[in-house]
């Protein structure tokens, strides 16, 4: 299992990509190799899947890897490649779900799928050829994922023999479905089943994927090779976390999180244990079989697979949110980043990220104080840029912000905001001026209730802890400077960023409580109506003040178009703002709390 970190539309780089993991895997002594879904063409693609020179290119790519893997002298590996498959000249048709397939896990289904001719599909390549073509049939169409809009879904189960064994093609969401192609795979009886994935990152996903895979070998009656991407792609990030489950359920290896790697697995598989070999229409599906090779290979003296050690909550967030750093950064080719730093915990935590994510040399942090910013705020960017060796300068704005009101009259919050618009507007101007990406330090909490000047703080090109709640800042920031100790290195973070109370500092002894619930009351608040969708009701039932409620919820709904304007931040909880949440601007739907009988009811 190659979990490798690609990128989208760059079909001969990840091409090349192949080539490269592919000759990895035949120097292990490897005979079958499985890459990520869509790995030649990245993912998500969105709309490219639309375009149909893309599509044809695509196409033309997986063909020309096969031959190029031949030249190589890759022929004799068998390699499971994941593309956009596109058949022109086919009839558009809408093939829904079987009544017999039921979605795991309460997951949304495909129950509306796009009319066209575009597939998520994977090839297995053999000898310079396509010997075997899969289409996804199960199409995800919830958060993230707009599988639905793009493709059309599979109706055949690819079984292909090689070395004697039976082989059967799945994709990622397949995996999710119960009564789906594993299913169908352990009525046709197969050896093997491989399935390659671009499964985004969220807090504890890993904890899913083992007992997931573990029904669907239960299923399927074979072991499983799950194959996860790696990497980041604009606001998700992906985590790898490969691994291969025997028929019986046991774990027989695990990749690490957050690093591309080749996961190897030796199988020991008898084809005689399964009494009855099916083809022809099964269920929702047909199942279709290919004979590669029948001879078995030499035996040999199988090695223990490697199980890697799973990572505490902190650190599988931290790197999730470097990696995602990092890629967006370097995919998109900017040399380096500028940000404000301020003294504060959220910039303070964003600077630590950047210097991990790209070396101290590429990143560089400006402090923009103003007649209210404290001697202290002052001193603890200081410290925070020493302490990570980023380089560091100061632009007093006091002056800027005077000249501003000599000639126009601001007071009260239209004041406070002209001073983090003059500091947006010069950090903007340094990104032009040296061609660093603007990063916004707004955190979830923030961008939940509009606590934030459009045009200046949250202006920027990406935005680090766009999706970290307040809360989880300060617990990465303990993490991070813990971290540092054991391994006897500097502690990236000023302890007094850490400690402080929270203050914007627009404002004579302004502090975020004058605004704000308690970021523990408010953050909880977040979770509920932000990630889980609750309504008031159900708000109040889970124990949450009825006051505090309905203030947060009034300033989460009224900031709907500034977070429309907000930049991509990486995603690591279950609903994002983003792509993930889509509410419309204009609404006048508001969740308004029960009356005191209905309250008494319930």
């Keep these: 299992m190659a979990q490798v970190d690609t990128r989208v539309g760059d079909l001969e780089g990840n091409a090349a990509l192949v080539v490269e993991w592919a000759r990895r895997a035949a120097d292990d002594g490897?005979?079958?190799?499985?890459?990520?879904?869509?790995?030649?063409?990245?993912?998500p693609a969105e709309d490219l899947v639309l375009r149909e020179s893309f599509a044809r290119a695509s196409e033309q790519a997986v063909t020309d890897l096969a031959g190029t893997l031949e030249r190589e002298g890759l022929g004799e590996l068998a390699v499971v490649v994941g593309y956009l498959a596109h058949t022109e000249g086919q009839a558009r048709v809408d093939t829904p779900p079987s009544d017999e397939e039921t979605l795991d896990d309460e997951r949304p289904g495909d129950a509306n799928p796009r009319r066209g001719q575009p597939r998520n599909a994977a090839a297995l390549l053999h000898g310079g050829r396509v010997v075997g073509r899969y289409a996804k049939r199960h199409l995800p169409n919830y958060g993230?994922?707009?599988?639905?809009?793009?493709?059309?879904?599979?109706?055949?189960?690819?079984?292909?023999?090689?070395?004697?064994?039976?082989?059967?093609?799945?994709i990622c969401e397949d995996l999710w479905v119960e009564g789906g192609p594993c299913g169908v795979a352990g009525q046709a009886g197969v050896d093997l089943v491989v399935s390659?994935?671009?499964?985004?990152?969220?807090?504890?996903?890993?904890?899913?994927?083992?007992?997931?895979?573990?029904?669907?070998?239960?299923?399927?009656?074979?072991?499983?090779?799950?194959?996860?991407?790696?990497?980041?792609?604009?606001?998700?990030?992906?985590?790898?976390?490969?691994?291969?489950?025997?028929?019986?359920?046991?774990?027989?290896?695990?990749?690490?999180?957050?690093?591309?790697?080749?996961?190897?697995?030796?199988?020991?598989?008898?084809?005689?244990r399964v009494p009855q070999r099916r083809e022809g229409r099964i269920g929702p599906m047909t199942v279709t079989r290919t004979v590669l090779s029948e001879e078995p290979v030499p035996a040999f003296e199988p090695r223990p697979g490697h199980v890697a050690d799973p990572l505490s909550d902190c650190e599988e967030v931290w790197r999730a949110l470097v990696l995602g750093l990092r890629d967006f950064i370097d995919k998109n080719g900017f040399p380096s980043v500028v940000f404000g730093l301020s003294g504060g915990i959220d910039s303070a935590l964003v600077a630590a990220l950047s210097v991990d994510a790209l070396g101290a040399d590429r990143v560089h942090a400006v402090a923009l104080p103003s007649r209210w910013s404290s001697e202290h705020s002052l001193a603890d960017a200081g410290d925070s840029?020493?302490?990570?060796?980023?380089?560091?300068?100061?632009?007093?704005?006091?002056?800027?912000?005077?000249?501003?009101?000599?000639?126009?009259?601001?007071?009260?919050?239209?004041?406070?905001?002209?001073?983090?618009?003059?500091?947006?507007?010069?950090?903007?101007?340094?990104?032009?001026?040296?061609?660093?990406l603007l990063l916004a330090t707004s955190n979830k909490s923030e961008v939940a209730v509009g606590y934030s000047t459009l045009y200046g703080d949250a202006a920027g090109g990406f935005a680090p802890i766009k999706d970290v709640p307040k809360t989880l800042v300060w617990e990465l920031s303990r993490w991070r400077n813990a971290y540092a100790r054991e391994r006897?290195?500097?502690?990236?973070?000023?302890?007094?960023?850490?400690?402080?109370?929270?203050?914007?500092?627009?404002?004579?002894?302004?502090?975020?409580?004058?605004?704000?619930?308690?970021?523990?009351?408010?953050?909880?608040?977040?979770?509920?109506?932000?990630?889980?969708?609750?309504?008031?009701a159900e708000l109040l039932e889970r124990g949450h003040d009825p006051e505090i409620v309905a203030r947060v919820l009034r300033m989460v709904d009224i900031a709907e178009f500034k977070r429309r304007q907000s930049a991509p931040g990486t995603k690591i909880s279950l609903k994002a703002f983003g792509r993930d949440r889509r509410l419309p601007i204009t609404n006048r739907w508001r969740e308004s709390l029960p009356s005191v009988r209905e309250g008494a009811q319930a």
Excluded at 30 to 43: I, K, N, R
Excluded at 522 to 530: F, T
């Design 30 to 43: 490897a005979h079958l190799v499985v890459f990520p879904e869509m790995t030649l063409t990245g993912y």
């Design 144 to 170: 993230v994922f707009d599988e639905a809009r793009y493709f059309v879904p599979g109706t055949e189960l690819q079984v292909v023999r090689f070395h004697g064994v039976d082989v059967a093609l799945t």
């Design 196 to 272: 390659p994935n671009a499964s985004p990152y969220e807090r504890a996903k890993d904890d899913l994927r083992l007992p997931l895979v573990r029904r669907r070998a239960a299923e399927a009656n074979a072991p499983i090779l799950y194959c996860n991407q790696v990497g980041g792609q604009d606001e998700l990030v992906f985590d790898g976390d490969s691994l291969a489950v025997s028929a019986d359920g046991a774990l027989l290896a695990r990749a690490p999180q957050f690093v591309e790697h080749l996961l190897c697995v030796d199988l020991t598989l008898d084809p005689a």
């Design 385 to 436: 840029a020493r302490r990570l060796g980023l380089h560091y300068s100061t632009v007093p704005i006091a002056p800027m912000v005077d000249a501003f009101e000599g000639q126009v009259e601001l007071s009260g919050t239209a004041a406070e905001n002209l001073q983090a618009r003059i500091r947006g507007t010069l950090l903007m101007g340094l990104s032009n001026q040296h061609g660093h």
């Design 488 to 536: 006897g290195e500097t502690e990236p973070i000023p302890q007094n960023s850490i400690d402080k109370p929270p203050s914007a500092e627009l404002a004579p002894g302004q502090k975020d409580s004058d605004s704000l619930p308690s970021y523990e009351e408010l953050d909880a608040v977040i979770a509920d109506y932000v990630d889980r969708d609750l309504g008031m």
